[in-house]
């Protein structure tokens, strides 16, 4: 995982880079964790874009951070989601909580 702190725009960006599974999620969440009480972000984007599998332990793991995040004022977006994984997201509901930005929306933040 890959962690970016945009400071004028207080976006914290973490890139997933592995499959998110029960082996991983654990591990992610204390890292994500941390980063996010330690910026206080108003947004925390999770790019998906190297991530061709998740299971329910990772469904678990947006939802933690997406109350950590609510929990400091802040909000959670995802952005390149494969379409499997997108599926999975929209079965479970999580779209209805957690938008997906679109590469044009997340490149003027980034910017």
Same mark, same amino acid.
């Given at each position: 995982m890959k962690t970016e702190y945009v400071k004028e725009d207080k976006l914290l960006v973490f890139e997933i880079t592995e499959e998110i599974d029960h082996h991983v999620a654990e591990n992610l969440r204390r890292k994500m964790d941390n980063e996010i009480?330690?910026? =206080? *972000? @108003?947004t925390v984007l999770f790019n998906f874009?190297?991530?061709t599998f998740m299971d329910s332990a990772g469904i678990g &793991?947006? %939802?933690?951070?997406y109350k950590?995040?609510? &929990?400091?004022?802040?909000k959670v977006e995802l952005t390149k989601? @494969? *379409?499997?994984?997108k599926k999975i997201l929209? &079965?479970?509901g999580l =779209?209805? %909580? %957690?938008p997906i930005v679109d590469e044009e929306e997340e490149n003027e933040k980034c910017v």
């Open positions: 009480q330690r910026y =206080l *972000p @108003k874009n190297n991530v &793991m947006l %939802i933690g951070r950590v995040a609510r &929990m400091i004022g802040g989601v @494969k *379409p499997s994984i929209e &079965m479970c =779209l209805k %909580i %957690i």
